[in-house]
């Protein structure tokens, strides 16, 4: 119970106040209207986790709030079953070490605090690792639920299914084909619960597989091993690396001290068919380090094993009780260290200062630039992105650079009102004036920027300050460089009502 209490503080007290990601921004504006082809929420859809989005809203009456919730509770559950993992494996030592370092876990406890899926899917891949070590280990029983919690984890996040499908298979191996049969109808009808509420909400079953078609040929498939270098996926594994190392934080050394066990074995098998699927998917097919989440589906019986090597160290260390509990506070201490001030993107540290930097940014465009003759140009940009312009400046019509590639053709993201479109053709003529949607400081951003820069005519971005920072704005005539396939300037000003769908 402490365990939980304390995660349930820590992540309330250090939570998000805007959206955090681009992802983030998708689901909120799913939550008044759900339609991947314009990604309101990116495919595949996430169509449990942004019903579940609206129920917490009818709370809050805020999208951040209502996610930012779910992740909270999600993270409740997450070290609950680790706890009951741990305690059914290695006994009451052991769980309460797992809970500990789950708590303290800088990486699990940042996504406990934002508006992001990929605590949800930590949560479900530790309900279903419990209940299908009960089947594996022969208690039948389990089967049942254990296909139903794997078919409504798909309905949160698809990638769910890919990752956890092998384990619930495996413990099919001591099951009658009775159950088996039971087992797999239990599945197809919890699938079947959400896909076709979805598929109807996206508009029928072409208009939901065209987007995530089109998001499988532009990013996905061009970072698969077949068609990429081999270094890329060996830098992924040492991305791996770099991510559990944040996961675990201090206690990342800990398997260097494991003794090998041989009583252990079958929980290590059960262990290892856990997590392989989904260290073969991110090593050879896609991942990134801003999208270190994804990890965290294979977190739980890290934690599980992190608790056991922890608690067998503390049996063979002959020491007072007092300096184990020292040093299990000085892990813990370090790991809020590197939470609240970690140089890297899942840090309290960088959240607060993406969130002053979003305030500022808004308010000085606000104080520049009118809705009536300035649209935003904004990027494709996890942080800063045209998604945050558009969900926190609603007023103004934001359009994203670069146009995107579909199989239809070349198409250009329009928001205003919090309202998406993927246009062919881009109607500015009322508006004279654009304005570049500033991205956050650093080197690469820099570079980005200026080569855009060089796009334009000489002179083209005038600087314009406002609110301690400098945008650069230009005539909209020459963004017709910039979106040559698109921009029609000509044609009738664009309003949010035009086509409405």
């Not at 926190?392 to 070349?410: C, D, H, I, N, W």
Request: with cysteine; charged share 15%; hydrophobic share 55%.
């Amino acid at each position: 119970m402490a365990i939980l209490l304390g995660v349930a503080i820590s992540r309330l007290l250090f939570r998000s106040h805007y959206l955090y990601d681009i992802d983030s921004v998708n689901f909120a504006l799913a939550l008044g209207r759900f339609d991947p082809a314009v990604y309101q929420p990116h495919p595949p859809g996430y169509f449990l986790y942004v019903c579940l989005g609206r129920l917490a809203n009818l709370l809050f009456a805020d999208a951040n709030s209502a996610l930012v919730a779910v992740s909270v509770l999600a993270s409740c559950g997450a070290a609950a079953l680790i706890y009951a993992l741990a305690d059914a494996w290695f006994g009451g030592e052991a769980a309460v070490l797992a809970g500990v370092l789950f708590l303290f876990s800088p990486l699990s406890w940042f996504h406990g605090t934002v508006a992001l899926t990929y605590i949800v899917e930590a949560f479900f891949s530790a309900l279903i690792g419990y209940l299908c070590w009960q089947s594996y280990s022969g208690r039948t029983a389990f089967l049942v639920p254990s296909a139903l919690a794997l078919g409504v984890a798909a309905g949160f996040r698809q990638s769910s299914l890919l990752l956890l499908a092998p384990l619930w298979l495996a413990s099919l191996r001591k099951a009658r084909r009775n159950q088996v049969i039971a087992g797999l109808a239990a599945l197809l009808a919890a699938l079947l619960a959400w896909f076709i509420p979805m598929v109807r909400a996206a508009g029928g079953i072409a208009a939901y597989l065209a987007p995530l078609q089109d998001l499988w040929h532009v990013v996905l498939a061009k970072h698969t091993f077949l068609r990429s270098p081999l270094a890329l996926s060996v830098a992924r594994f040492c991305t791996i690396l770099g991510i559990y190392s944040l996961l675990a934080g201090a206690a990342a050394w800990l398997p260097l001290a494991a003794r090998n066990a041989g009583e252990a074995r079958e929980k290590k098998q059960f262990t290892w068919i856990w997590i392989a699927p989904g260290l073969l998917f991110f090593t050879f097919v896609f991942l990134r380090f801003v999208n270190s989440g994804y990890l965290l589906v294979l977190s739980p019986p890290v934690f599980v094993w992190l608790g056991r090597w922890a608690a067998r160290l503390y049996a063979a260390w002959n020491a007072p009780r007092r300096r184990k509990l020292a040093l299990t506070a000085a892990v813990a201490a370090a790991n809020t260290a590197v939470f609240l001030y970690a140089p890297v993107y899942c840090s309290y540290k960088s959240l607060k200062d993406f969130e002053a930097e979003l305030v500022g940014v808004n308010r000085s465009i606000r104080a520049a630039c009118s809705p009536r003759d300035t649209v935003i140009i904004g990027f494709d940009s996890h942080f800063l992105g045209y998604r945050h312009a558009a969900y926190y400046l609603p007023e103004y019509l934001t359009v994203q650079f670069p146009e995107v590639e579909f199989a239809a053709g070349k198409r250009v993201f329009a928001v205003q009102d919090r309202e998406t479109r993927a246009e062919s053709e881009l109607a500015l003529a009322a508006l004279p004036h654009f304005v570049f949607y500033p991205l956050p400081a650093g080197p690469e951003y820099s570079q980005y920027l200026e080569d855009l820069r060089r796009r334009l005519p000489p002179g083209s971005l005038q600087a314009v300050r406002a609110g301690g920072r400098d945008l650069l704005v230009g005539p909209t005539a020459d963004l017709a460089l910039l979106f040559p396939a698109t921009l029609s300037l000509a044609a009738q000003p664009y309003t949010a009502h035009d086509g409405a769908r």
